[in-house]
């Protein structure tokens, strides 16, 4: 029985990549750089005249990486296959504060995709992020309850959760948020190049600043 359903995990990696405003297509290139693969759990290389202990998604190596410090965190062995989403929290989380370099892999920059940097690795990466419930389900408030020209916000459908409606074919069950959006956010999330998304970033402002 595979460790974990393909399609399942892919998701999780793009929404827990966006929660860390890391690029989830630069996530995923890394992952499938490493062990995200259809049957791929444990590592098939060689390794001190044996199999090389590294396993999951983004191959956590036992024995001198970062498999040993997922296990002091978690309290369980990477090895175990019940730990796969664990491994991804935990490795996108060491991304994101130091970059990419553990993961041999990947031959793109170290912080490729990471707070906004280029993709790299041989190909770049998305610089929007397509609009799917997985994707916005994860994009948060910046602020609950404000007042723009005297009206409150709070309680409120967000221009997100219109954006949403708008563009997925499945409307979400529940407001994904509520309160002002971060404008660059929204403007990434719609917009498939830069020049577009200053002009949708203006217009997404006018609309919340004239939105009853």
Do not use: C
Not at 17 to 46: C, H, M
Not at 151 to 177: C, G, W, Y
């Amino acid at each position: 029985m595979a460790a974990y359903d393909l399609d399942v995990m892919t998701k999780f990696i793009q929404q827990e990549a966006i929660k860390r405003n890391i690029d989830p297509e630069v996530a995923l290139k890394v992952a499938r750089s490493e062990g995200l693969g259809a049957g791929i759990w444990q590592s098939n290389l060689g390794y001190k005249g044996g199999r090389e202990q590294s396993y999951g998604p983004f191959q956590l190596f036992v024995g001198g990486g970062l498999g040993d410090k997922f296990q002091r965190k978690y309290g369980k062995s990477p090895a175990d296959p019940s730990t796969a989403y664990d491994q991804v929290v935990f490795a996108l989380d060491e991304a994101k504060a130091g970059g990419w370099t553990p993961w041999h892999g990947w031959k793109g920059d170290k912080w490729a995709g990471i707070n906004g940097e280029g993709g790299g690795g041989g190909g770049g990466s998305t610089a929007s992020i397509p609009v799917t419930n997985e994707a916005a389900a994860v994009a948060a408030p910046v602020q609950n309850n404000v007042q723009v020209n005297g009206i409150s916000r709070a309680n409120q459908p967000s221009l997100l959760d219109k954006v949403v409606s708008a563009r997925s074919p499945i409307a979400p069950p529940t407001p994904i948020a509520t309160g002002a959006q971060d404008i660059a956010t929204l403007a990434n999330l719609i917009a498939p190049n830069r020049d577009e998304r200053a002009a949708r970033a203006e217009e997404i402002l006018l609309k919340i600043q004239g939105y009853s």
